[in-house]
């Protein structure tokens, strides 16, 4: 733009002189020339410096200019370097990778054991009224359950059983005082291989049905336990692999467990009806058979919306019970869950066992219980104390294959203090052949942690 001017100045002052000369030449004087002449020259020198400091600020664009694209190649040349150096990087690090074979990790030791440390159970306080007998505060029981995880894979649950008697000697006469009692009533270490599959290992409680795992102590809502589960052993030493895989995206599941078991044993070594001991065998001697019994649990469990399910299962051990190993002791028990709202709930099981004999052939105890509840909080009153009950209403029998029977009816409820703290009530109306049962009541405070 300046060289433009330039040359229009100049062109300007020729126009300028073409016109004032001829019109002037006779006037004009030497000095009056002589001063336009230099003022001309001054202008074209002034233009010409101007000219000369526009090329200079130009060369100077231009070389930042070409400074800029020589850094701009620069920048792009070494990111080009900088993502060969990257594949080759990944390239290497992949090829080691295959070459080196899995090695499974070595547990940490720097974590604190209270982190992995758990300690849940219930605890009890029962009084009964049964007619014909004096009232009493019978139970007193504390049952913690220790729960310790050692790692990802490896977890361990031991659970104790600690109530307080009074003191009977061996013919069953009382005695001055009271005893302690501890009983250890499952501990297991339990590893998991992955999401579908689970080794335990120890005092397991057996899943011959739900009612072992799911239903004891302040679970239970109601303060005793059904009839029928006296012809089943509650737990066993051995090993069993469990666990469940969906079906579909439902939410439905199938659950399993299949273990093996020292199983029942007899209590002098025959095998006459008399001597079953469905809970002895623990393994602390040498093992009363050679044959371990052999069980397992197949669940469905079929949810079709929030708090709406069924689940379905049937289970079944069997094995020699008698030190000859030539008798055998079986069962198969069918259990059902159903949940209709967050208020409503039912559930049982029907219990077929089989028992081989010296003295009287095979005899055959059953029996089956069914349990419902109905939380009033779904009335939805103005009264909280009404809301937090429940009501519980229990059918059960069992027979025991040798001629006695035994049937009964509970009715009771369930004050809710807390979620985990809870006063129940039930009375049990009882027909039985043996004269000594009687119909009672039972108040009971349970607590769960």
């Not at 001063?35 to 202008?43: K, N, S, W």
């Not at 291989?193 to 004891?216: C, H, I, K, Q, W």
């Not at 105890?365 to 939380?375: E, I, T």
Request: glycine residues 10%; charged residues 20%.
């Amino acid at each position: 733009m300046r060289i433009h001017s330039l040359i229009f100045g100049i062109v300007a002052t020729g126009c300028a002189m073409a016109v004032v000369l001829p019109r002037s030449a006779e006037a004009i004087t030497d000095e009056e020339f002589r001063a336009f002449q230099q003022q001309t020259q001054q202008e074209i020198q002034q233009l010409q410096d101007q000219r000369k400091q526009d090329q200079q600020e130009i060369e100077q664009l231009k070389k930042k200019v070409g400074d800029t694209e020589q850094k701009v190649d620069e920048t792009q040349k070494s990111a080009v370097e900088t993502q060969k150096k990257a594949e080759d990087a990944q390239k290497t690090a992949t090829e080691a990778a295959a070459q080196v074979q899995p090695v499974h990790p070595v547990p940490s030791e720097g974590i604190l054991a209270t982190h992995n440390f758990s300690l849940v159970g219930d605890a009890e306080v029962q009084f009964v009224k049964s007619e014909g007998q004096h009232s009493a505060f019978l139970l007193a029981d504390y049952a913690p359950i220790f729960l310790y995880r050692a790692g990802d894979n490896v977890l361990f649950e031991a659970g104790f059983d600690i109530g307080l008697h009074n003191n009977f000697d061996s013919s069953g006469t009382r005695q001055a005082g009271s005893s302690t009692s501890v009983d250890l009533s499952f501990a297991t270490l339990d590893y998991l291989f992955n999401d579908y599959v689970t080794l335990v290992a120890g005092d397991m409680l057996l899943p011959l049905g739900t009612y072992s795992e799911r239903g004891a102590g302040w679970l239970n809502k109601i303060p005793d336990d059904p009839l029928p589960r006296s012809v089943l052993p509650g737990s066993g030493i051995g090993v069993q692999l469990r666990g469940s895989k969906a079906v579909g995206d439902s939410g439905q599941m199938v659950t399993y467990a299949i273990y093996g078991a020292n199983g029942p044993s007899s209590t002098n070594g025959t095998g006459m009806a008399s001597a079953l001991d469905l809970d002895g065998n623990v393994g602390d001697t040498p093992n009363w058979h050679s044959d371990p019994s052999a069980g397992g649990r197949v669940g469905w469990f079929i949810p079709w919306k929030a708090h709406y399910d069924l689940e379905l299962g049937v289970s079944g051990q069997a094995g020699q019970w008698d030190d000859a190993g030539k008798r055998l002791w079986s069962a198969t028990v069918f259990d059902t869950a159903l949940h209709l709202s967050p208020y409503f709930e039912v559930k049982g099981e029907y219990i077929d066992t089989w028992v081989q004999t010296d003295d009287i052939g095979t005899f055959h105890p059953w029996g089956w219980w069914v349990q419902a509840g109905y939380k009033l909080g779904a009335l939805d009153l103005d009264f909280p104390m009404i809301n937090n009950v429940e009501l519980v209403a229990r059918y059960d029998t069992v027979r025991d294959g040798l001629g006695a029977r035994t049937e009964r009816e509970t009715l009771g409820y369930v004050y809710y203090l807390t979620n985990t703290l809870q006063f129940e009530g039930d009375y049990e109306f009882l027909n039985s052949s043996d004269p000594t049962q009687k119909n009672t009541l039972i108040l009971q405070l349970s607590y769960g942690f």
